[in-house]
């Protein structure tokens, strides 16, 4: 599903326009990158899950066209843990 079909789903299941939804929608996506830059960044959905960050650590790996080994440097990465609900409708 692109955005553009996910817009295209909330704006017939709330009956509100494709430009309100998708205000809504970029509104949604900004809050929870907001969210997720402070130092413990998490945001959660009860019944569908939890966005959270974590912190990758610096690592060794391979590049896969040469095989040669490269560096990997530490970062920060965004986890998602589904909630019950979610897991159960899957």
Do not use: C, E, W, Y
């Not at 790996?61 to 080994?69: I, K």
Request: no cysteine; charged share 25%; hydrophobic share 40%.
């Amino acid at each position: 599903m692109t955005k553009a079909d996910l817009i295209g789903k909330i704006s017939t299941d709330a009956g509100v326009t494709k430009v309100a939804a998708d205000a809504a929608l970029n509104s949604f996506m900004t809050n929870v990158t907001k969210a997720l830059k402070k130092k413990n960044g998490k945001v959660t959905l009860v019944g569908f899950g939890t966005f959270s960050k974590i912190r990758r650590k610096a690592r060794k790996g391979r590049n896969p066209q040469t095989g040669a080994p490269i560096k990997i440097k530490a970062h920060n990465a965004v986890k998602f843990s589904p909630g019950k609900k979610l897991k159960a409708a899957i």
